[in-house]
């Protein structure tokens, strides 16, 4: 079994002492070495990049983050199954402290470390570690020591939620919706923070809880985050990734929400379209498709016999035409018009991942090229390539993305009308 070590340096000498401890560590051969560095390039020293290289797997990159954060980045990258988290800041290594058989303090399992909360508000490593022995060990740590640190742990262990499991959904309202197989399979066990707690309103959870830095601190977790440091197939598996949870194939996209009849289009063919995806930034999304295109659909679709009905937010680009404008509805009025359309149509938005939560064998979707991350089982993609692989920055914001909009102008209405 390989054990992953973790370090942040901010010091030469400290490194040195740290990685030539490791060296003569019984276990060496098992070890390999996530190494984040500030202030100094550790590998332009020729004893240390010989020591760094040594290890049989290493990832060492410079980083501008505090110590904390920088480590907590790193913990996410983790493969191993063992962690053996450092501190080059201690005055001194004890070799017996390093026996993984014992399950010393400085070794953790990877299932245990998320499943914690990683407080990035801790100044120091020193804190950090102790606040999660306490979260996984039920321990509790009495120190003298006058600092932020220590007066920090001494409050948050008081909580009556300091060694809950809280899931922490950022992102937008389509992240919260694809959250959902995850939250399915565990809610009765877990308290959530979130944007949008209506989501999840039909949830047995612990509790929804208003997220406070001073209790749980900065918890940079962000499912893209850690889509991107380990290249998850989907958000959805990301999210379980993220967590600690397996994904088995159970866990699907499924929307149990209530129901709120809005008797909309009885005894029509009802066709749903969403134009618009969110903005960011202020800046329109370079995953919309255009208007005019929309409209000629809305024509075609009527002329095959749809009531045609815009879904979506008066914030989105308005198509002339359509037979009923259906706009900041609530969910469970939103879910029962899905329930009981016979298609709708998309762009990738909230809406895609919300309709393929409930009925995704009658959508179609507007989507670029390298947009994997984002697609649902029994949904119909229509997509075109503008030629430029941007595969490798799929998750990133959509204003850094302009190959995006490339893709969604090379969609011809007929495209889309050959998928209906």
């Given amino acids: 079994m390989g054990i992953s070590v973790i370090i942040h340096t901010e010091n030469k000498n400290s490194l040195l002492k740290v990685l030539s401890i490791l060296d003569k560590h019984k276990s060496r051969n098992k070890f390999s070495l996530l190494l984040h560095c500030k202030d100094y390039i550790a590998w332009e020293d020729p004893t240390l990049n010989k020591l760094i290289t040594s290890f049989r797997e290493y990832y060492a990159y410079p980083t501008q983050k505090n110590s904390v ?78 600092s932020a640190d220590s007066t920090r742990y001494s409050q948050k262990i008081n909580s009556p939620l300091f060694k809950e499991k809280i899931i922490y959904i950022d992102g937008g309202l389509g992240d919260h919706i694809m959250a959902l197989p995850l939250l399915n399979k565990i809610s009765k066990d877990v308290y959530v923070s979130c944007k949008y707690p209506f989501v999840y309103e039909h949830l047995p959870l612990k509790g929804i809880i208003h997220w406070t830095e001073e209790l749980f601190g900065g918890y940079d977790r962000f499912v893209y985050s850690y889509a991107s440091n380990n290249n998850s197939k989907t958000i959805i598996d990301a999210f379980f990734g993220l967590y600690g949870y397996e994904r088995d194939r159970n866990d699907v996209l499924r929307y149990d929400g209530v129901r709120v009849p809005c008797n909309v289009g009885d005894n029509l063919k009802v066709a749903l379209i969403c134009t618009s995806a969110a903005k960011i930034n202020g800046l329109d999304s370079n995953k919309d498709w255009r208007d005019v295109r929309w409209l000629k659909l809305v024509h075609e679709l009527k002329k095959k016999g749809y009531y045609v009905v815009q879904v979506g937010t008066t914030k989105d680009n308005q198509i002339p035409n359509v037979d009923l404008k259906f706009l900041d509805k609530s969910l469970g009025e939103l879910a029962d018009l899905v329930d009981n359309c016979s298609l709708w149509l998309s762009v990738d938005t909230f809406f895609h991942h919300f309709a393929a939560a409930i009925k995704p064998n009658v959508g179609i979707c507007l989507t670029p090229f390298y947009n994997d991350h984002a697609k649902h089982q029994g949904v119909k993609y229509v997509e075109k390539s503008c030629g430029k692989d941007f595969s490798d920055r799929k998750y990133w914001l959509d204003l850094q993305q302009p190959e995006r909009k490339e893709c969604m102008d090379l969609i011809q209405l007929k495209d889309v009308l050959k998928e209906i």
């Fill in 69 to 146: 954060s920088s480590v907590v980045e790193l913990i996410t990258r983790v493969k191993d199954e063992k962690i053996l988290l450092l501190d080059e800041n201690v005055d001194k290594f004890d070799l017996t402290m390093l026996d993984e058989d014992n399950f010393s303090s400085l070794f953790f399992r990877k299932k245990d470390l998320f499943n914690s909360n990683l407080d990035t508000k801790y100044q120091t490593i020193k804190w950090f570690i102790i606040d999660l022995l306490s979260q996984i060990k039920g321990t509790r740590i009495e120190s003298y020591e006058k």
